[in-house]
């Protein structure tokens, strides 16, 4: 059964860090592609960033561009998320999800697919 | 970044129902759309990909289609366990963008 738990939440002051943690079970974890998305208290959802197996590929939304920071630990089975700079508007549930094999690639190498397995979310809270 | 569109936001049916959510991308993806769903406090769940394929386990009831900047989400017959809020994904180009979500409600 895969699994993915997030871990690392919690409350911080604007201006501090954080680091999120997703563990991942029941597939091979260095075969696919990671993302987090995160949900703001009663809003939609937004993706943040994306991985690539072998961390190739990285990309972040504009919005934690140059403050967080993804990366993943294939022998670890482990996603991670260092985001720095924190800022109210980063008050959210962070959710890590995996990316499914139905996707594309590029002709960069890159690769696009929708996202079949999520965690149950971890939430951060900015606030002084 | 591209832009996606729902329509309506939010609305209300009963049981038995058929509706039929929209969604519009500002620029063409193909058929690199995917359909979400998500009930409070839970984390969203795949339903469609590739436009209109039905990921593995959703009942068929559920089906999508379109193509380039238009796509819809229908559900045939509603159950209770349907009433939840629904959200598109484009995943065609990054930044992976999603639509704000339609609010599913019981009348």
């Known amino acids: 059964e895969v699994q993915l738990v997030e871990s690392g939440g919690g409350l911080v002051k604007p201006g501090g860090s954080l680091r999120l943690s997703c563990a991942a079970s029941?597939?091979?974890?260095?075969?696919?592609?990671m993302n987090w998305v995160r949900q703001a208290p009663g809003k939609g959802l937004e993706w943040v960033s994306s991985?690539?197996?072998?961390?190739?590929?990285?990309y972040y939304a504009d919005s934690v561009k140059g403050r967080f920071t993804i990366s993943r630990d294939n022998a670890k089975n482990s996603l991670y998320l260092q985001m720095n700079s924190l800022r109210a508007e980063d008050t959210a549930v962070y959710y890590c999800?995996?990316?499914?094999?139905?996707?594309?690639?590029?002709?960069?190498?890159?690769?696009?697919?929708?996202?079949?397995?999520w965690g149950q979310g971890t939430l951060v809270t900015v606030s002084s | 970044a591209i832009r996606m569109t729902q329509s309506p936001s939010s609305f209300s049916a009963s049981t038995g129902d058929r509706v039929t959510i929209t969604c519009r991308a500002s620029?063409?993806?193909?058929?690199?759309l995917a359909w979400y769903q998500q009930k409070p406090g839970k984390a969203p769940k795949l339903l469609i990909y590739?436009?209109?394929t039905l990921q593995s386990g959703v009942p068929s009831r559920f089906s999508g289609s379109g193509s380039g900047t238009d796509f819809t989400l229908t559900i045939s017959c509603l159950q209770s366990e349907d009433f939840a809020t629904y959200y598109c994904?484009?995943?065609?180009?990054?930044?992976?963008?999603f639509g704000q979500g339609t609010r599913l409600e019981i009348k």
């Open positions: 999800a995996r990316a499914d094999s139905s996707g594309w690639y590029r002709p960069s190498g890159s690769y696009s697919s929708p996202f079949d397995y």
């Open positions: 029941g597939f091979t974890f260095s075969s696919y592609s």
């Open positions: 991985i690539s197996s072998s961390s190739s590929y990285i």
């Open positions: 620029q063409g993806i193909s058929s690199y």
């Open positions: 590739a436009a209109s």
């Open positions: 994904q484009q995943y065609y180009s990054y930044p992976f963008t």
